[in-house]
Every structure is written in C-alpha cells, then in structure tokens.
C-alpha cells in the first residue's frame, strides 16, 4: 500500500539535510538568510569588499633577525610591501629560523613523538593582526624569495584590539596543504583558494614547513580581503558545501573540536556489549602494540566502541610519549583535566604552542603537572605565553626526573623565574632561545646542572657578560655535546679558549652573528684545535674569518659535516 505523505526525491532530502545543519548555529539574521535562499532568490551584492594589510605582528615562533633590529625579522610583515614584486634576499623581509631537513640531522636534533597526525606539518608559525575584522574572501602572501614554505592559514573569532574578550575563543583552518616543493627561488603572490568561515576575524595565523627549500624563505607582506555582513550564497552560486554534510570532516582532518575533543576524553558511560569479537582472542599486548599507532583522536573515538577497547584506550602505557601540539587550536584546562587519568605514567609531553589567549590557566597546569609531573623526562613548551613563575616553580616541584625541557620563544617569563630551573640537576637539554633569562640565573643553572648535553642560548639578549657564561660552562659543564649561541652580541676570544678548554666533547657551536669575535685574535684556529669531535659549526656573517681558520677546520675537524660561513 503506497503510503499517505508525499515521497521525499533524493535532491530534496539532500538539501533540507543541509538546512538543517546549517541552521544548529545560525543566528536570526543567519535564518532570514536561510530563508532568502529557501526562496531561490539571489541575494544582492551589497558588501564592499575590503583590502588591509596586517597592521601588527602579534606572535612568532622564531625568526633568523634580532631581537633588537628589523632586519630579517617577523615584524617586517607588518604593513605594506617593501620589496615585492622584486626577488632576492633582502632583509627587510621575514625570515623563519630554518629550512630543509640539516637541522633534524645534526647533534642537537630531538627525536620526534610518535602518533603525530600525518595532516600536521607546521614547524613555525606567525600571527598577524589587521584593522578590521572581515569574513576572508581571499588572503594573499607576498613571497620574495624561496616560495613554497606555507603550509596552513588559519583565522581566529577574538579580535586582538577588542576591549572585552570572548568567552571561547575560537580557531578555523581557512587552507591546509602538505609541503610542496617549488621551482625556482623567484618573487609570487600566493592565493590559496579558502574556506568560507562563519565569524568575522582580523587575526590570521600562517604555519610554515621550510623542510623542502633549499634555502630560507622569505614573506614580504599579507593583503586580506574580506567584507563586513556575512556573504549571502544563492543556491545557483554554490551555496551547499558538500563539507557540510559531515559535521566531523574538519575535525578529523585538522584535529578534533575542542567540545568534541574534550567529550571524546571524558567518555565514561558505555553500552554492554555481549562480545568484543575476535578482540577477546589477541593477547592484551597486541592490542596495545596495534592502537600505539593511532592519533589521540582516534584513540577517543575508538574508545567508545566497546569496553574492552575503552580499557586498552585509556590505558597509561597508551599516553607515555603524548604531543599535543598538533591540537594547540582545541586544548584547554578541560583538556587536560579530562587525560590526567590516563597520563599517570607520561614520560614525554609537548605542549607547545597551546594555551594562549587564556585557554590554559596557570592553576589547570600545575594541577596536571601535580598528577603526571612525577614520571616526565621530557617537556616541550615551546611558545607558551601562558607560564609564569608559578608553572616553573611547579615543574621543577613536580618534575623530580626531568631531563629536557624546552621553553624556545617563552618571552613572556619574567627573567627572575629562571632561577627555577637551577633545582633540576638532572637537566640533560635546556632550550632557552629567545627568551629574558637573565646572567645571575643562568650562572646559577650551569652551575647546578653539570649533566647538560644540549644548550640553546639563541637570541637571549638580557645577557650581559657571556664570557663569564663559557667560563662556567667550561667549568662545569663537561658533558656539552651542542651549545647554540647564535646572535650573542658580548662573547670575546676569552670566552671562546675558556669554552674550547672545558667542552672538548663538543660536536656543535653555533655562532652566527657574534659580532664580537675576530679571527686575527686566533679564536677559531683555537676552536679547530681543541675540539677535533665538530660536526656542525656556524660562523655565519662573520667577516673576519679567513684562508687558514678553514684549513685549520680541514686539518683538525675531520667529522665535520655543517659548515656555515655564509657572508
């Protein structure tokens, strides 16, 4: 018997499918717009668009410049071009840190977290602030010289110059792309086609993966263009986003939501299942070994499936190496309540870049640190706005077998803080690059730290008299196998012959634009000759160094591999 209702075609299913989703989040104004296109009329283009470029440089996470100088630094995408459409290497442009793959190759290169998502690729990022907030309908990055390296845009629903912050602030990905390699070093512009979002923004972030250039990148400037009223799509101009019907399309391609990330980490109620299938047969190590290959989203989800594999998900032999890095955009104090069960055994964690603008507070830190601190060897904070001294305080509490921590670009730890850190003897690695650690604390460090291996002091400015730093280091710290002092302003040939003397097992100096040293007092013939085991040196723009400090590298330095004396 045919049935009573009028038969729904596929087509109209597959469009009220899409109203319906679309209208979970919209506001009246959104409605009446739904409504307009419900009617099949075509809506007016009654929106200007606008073009601004950025109008402040807000966050980086490194950049090959000085910290008290513009050029090659983040802050020249400040504003209007200066070079584009020209090609070449300038320095009023900006400049990440690296390119290619000889970073992960030399004696400092960290081994890297498993489980990391195969669509994160991001090694360094930049946000940038613009006058007016826009819905983006196109973002153009001006690349003077070795194009190629961006590789996610991102756009953000907190305006930085509003005077009362959003309770969540939220963060969309408008284009994501692997690495890809590009030929010629030549000036473009580049234009990525991106995503419509549904909130205005005027702070955009770009992620860079520099691993495929064969020499730095560098940006001139960023145009976005947008409107002010959020554009009304007709149903003849592509309205429906087939993304649409998926709800969970954009989480599992960039990382989960935030709500539904922080759900997925909290299940505690399961249906009874009568079987786990052929699951009951394999032994419990098995299963752990197979689900060691899955991300932490996939972790959550799968957890949720049956109680055998909740158990095995939640598991803390599951979580002992954790990076959640890859999902800075979605991790917050909840976040970190909810995996402090399964965290209980962690031996290395990444938070870096995660929780900013207020989504990690100092007190949802250091109670996790409180629960999962007592295992950790490793932690990674790179750019984490949000510590202070409490956090250090708490992690050199809580952290009693901590041997690498990593607070690279950290700028807004108060210099006093680092003296924290001198009460974890058992530092093997301390990356402090750009950040206000001071002399009498980093003194005090070196001093009750003797185990380093690897120590970054990279563009740390507030230091006074490095000399009187590679004197203790050459005192105490016998075991520095790589020591980063790129752009100290201070170090002498002193400093050099004490540093020579005292680390002998060095395998890797960095001292690039070290102004201060001069060839003709010796300094490097004496670095050739008293460490035979270099593998990597950098001397880059110094002007001084000459015909017989490379032939004395030749002679002595047979394991080199790196040699940087570019200028």
Same mark, same amino acid.
């Given at each position: ?32 717009? =739904? ?33 008290? /100088? ?34 992960? +190759?030399?004696?400092?290169? =960290? ?70 390699? #590009? ?128 158990? +095995? ?7 002992? +190496? ?7 955009? =979605? ?35 250091? =109670? ?57 003897? /058992? ?22 730290? /003797?185990?380093?291996? +690897? ?5 740390? #400015? ?19 196998? /790589? ?85």
């Amino acid at each position: 018997m045919p049935p009573v209702f009028p038969m729904l075609t596929v087509l109209s299913m597959f469009y009220y499918m899409c109203l319906r989703r679309r209208a979970r989040t919209a506001t009246r104004g959104e409605m009446n717009s =739904r409504r307009a296109i419900e009617s099949n009329t075509r809506a007016l283009p009654i929106n200007v668009e606008i073009v601004q470029y950025a109008k402040e440089v807000l966050d980086f996470s490194s950049h090959y410049g000085s910290e008290n /100088s513009m050029s090659y630094t983040m802050w020249n995408l400040a504003g209007i071009p200066n070079v584009y459409p020209s090609s070449g290497d300038f320095t009023q442009t900006a400049v990440f840190r690296t390119y290619g793959t000889w970073w992960d +190759h030399c004696p400092s290169a =960290r081994l890297p977290f498993k489980r990391t998502p195969t669509t994160f690729c991001s090694q360094d990022y930049v946000e940038l602030a613009f006058e007016e907030p826009v819905y983006p309908t196109a973002v153009h990055i001006l690349e003077t010289y070795h194009p190629g390296a961006v590789v996610r845009i991102l756009a953000c629903s907190a305006n930085p110059y509003s005077q009362n912050p959003p309770a969540e602030v939220r963060w969309e990905v408008l284009w994501s792309e692997a690495p890809t390699k #590009v030929n010629g070093p030549q000036a473009r512009q580049f234009t990525p086609s991106i995503k419509q979002i549904n909130f205005p923004t005027n702070l955009i972030r770009l992620e860079v993966n520099s691993s495929l250039l064969d020499y730095y990148t560098e940006l001139d400037a960023v145009v976005l263009h947008g409107v002010k009223e959020r554009p009304v799509l007709s149903l003849k101009a592509s309205m429906i986003d087939m993304n649409d019907i998926d709800e969970d399309e954009d989480e599992e391609k960039y990382g989960c939501g935030m709500d539904t990330l922080n759900k997925q980490f909290n299940i505690v109620a399961l249906r009874e299942w009568p079987s786990n299938g052929y699951f009951d047969k394999l032994p419990y190590e098995l299963i752990q070994l197979i689900l060691s290959h899955l991300t932490v989203p996939d972790l959550c989800r799968l957890a949720q499936t049956c109680k055998l594999l909740y158990q +095995h998900c939640c598991d803390p032999l599951q979580y002992i +190496h954790l990076s959640l890095q890859p999902y800075w955009a =979605r991790i917050n104090d909840t976040s970190l309540e909810h995996l402090q069960s399964r965290c209980t055994l962690i031996q290395w964690l990444n938070l870096s870049w995660t929780g900013n603008r207020g989504a990690i507070s100092v007190s949802g830190f250091s =109670r996790f640190l409180k629960v999962c601190g007592s295992e950790l060897v490793r932690l990674e904070l790179s750019c984490g706005h949000f510590l202070n001294e409490t956090c250090l305080e708490v992690i050199t509490e809580m952290c009693p077998n901590l041997q690498e921590l990593n607070l690279s670009s950290c700028d807004k730890i108060p210099p006093q803080a680092f003296n924290h850190i001198a009460k974890v003897g /058992s530092l093997k690695r301390l990356v402090l690059y750009r950040t206000k650690v001071e002399q009498t604390a980093l003194l005090s460090i070196l001093n009750f730290c /003797s185990e380093l291996q +690897h120590l970054s002091l990279g563009s740390c #400015v507030m230091i006074e008299d490095y000399d009187l730093i590679a004197s203790m280091m050459g005192a105490k710290c016998k075991k520095l196998r /790589s020591l980063d002092l790129w752009r100290c302003k201070n170090i002498t040939e002193n400093g050099i012959a004490e540093l020579a003397s005292g680390c002998q097992l060095l395998e890797e100096l960095d001292l690039g634009w070290c102004p201060t040293l001069q060839s003709s007092t010796g300094c490097f013939t004496n670095l050739a000759r008293k460490l035979p085991n270099l593998q990597k040196l950098f001397l880059t723009a110094n002007r001084s160094v000459c015909d017989t400090d490379i032939e004395e590298l030749a002679a002595n330095c047979t394991h080199l591999r790196q040699l940087d004396i570019l200028g």
